[in-house]
């Protein structure tokens, strides 16, 4: 099972993730300072790390900058609400995802979900092709095809189709799609994800009778294989 590192100072917030990881099967390390989580991250061996911003010792920012000059573990960084200064600052310096507390913790074990599946997937080969039943992605020429006919898709349409058969199996959240198939001048609103989800409905669902993409309530989306 994966070792998650968590490195957060308010103790209340780490017992907290500690039981809900270790509920989930993970295995868990903490530290409570930047300086040890620093250590810990470059010595222990871990498969991925949640880290808050806001530290004593050393800023997340700073370990962040670090583990990232000897390694490619997946990060996930704790930001105080709504700081966007912060949040770009951690994507610049290599973080994977971040997540403005409070938060559900329910979003955090997704995206941990999705960090770790991404994680998984670096390491296997390259393939050209991804497929999910009759529907086939080219990911050389970004084409779409169900039963061998080609879909007409606009650049994020096919965008957002392939991150979601990336992650597929996975709930992903509005926020988590915006993040990664659009750029950040589209920060908070997430109609637009439910504009495109219609769209690529129409193009497959619709289209050829199929149930593609399930709606999560109260979450976001998922493509099920
Ligand atoms: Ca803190």
């Known amino acids: 099972m994966a070792k998650i590192l968590i490195v957060e100072d308010e103790a209340?917030?780490?017992r907290f993730l500690e039981l809900e990881l270790?509920?989930?099967g993970y295995e868990?390390?903490?530290?409570?300072?930047?300086r040890l989580g620093l250590e810990k991250a470059l010595k222990n061996n871990v498969d991925l790390i949640v880290l808050d911003i806001m530290l004593p010792g050393l800023s997340g920012i700073e370990?962040?900058?670090?583990?990232?000059?000897?390694?490619?573990?997946p990060i996930i960084m704790l930001t105080a609400k709504d700081d966007v200064t912060?949040?770009?600052a951690g994507l610049d310096i290599g973080a994977d995802d971040?997540?403005?507390?409070?938060f559900a913790i329910e979003e955090l074990l997704a995206r941990i979900r999705v960090a770790l599946n991404r994680k998984k997937q670096a390491v296997q080969p390259l393939t050209d092709v991804l497929q999910i039943g009759s529907l086939i992605l080219n990911l050389k020429s970004h084409s779409a095809y169900y039963d061998k006919e080609e879909l007409i898709l606009t650049k994020k349409e096919y965008e957002l189709l392939e991150y979601l058969i990336r992650n597929k199996n996975v709930a992903l959240t509005r926020e988590q799609l915006l993040n990664n198939v659009w750029d950040y001048e589209y920060f908070?609103?997430?109609n637009v994800v439910d504009v495109y989800i219609r769209y690529l409905r129409q193009k497959i669902d619709e289209k050829y009778g199929i149930h593609l993409i399930t709606t999560?309530?109260?979450?976001?989306y998922i493509i099920k294989e």
């Open 28 to 34: 868990v390390e903490l530290a409570g300072d930047g």
């Open 216 to 220: 999560v309530r109260g979450l976001g």
């Open 12 to 14: 209340k917030i780490a």
């Open 98 to 102: 971040y997540m403005t507390k409070p």
């Open 188 to 190: 908070g609103d997430t």
């Open 22 to 24: 270790k509920h989930e």
């Open 86 to 88: 912060d949040k770009v």
């Open 63 to 73: 370990v962040c900058r670090r583990v990232r000059q000897e390694s490619q573990v």
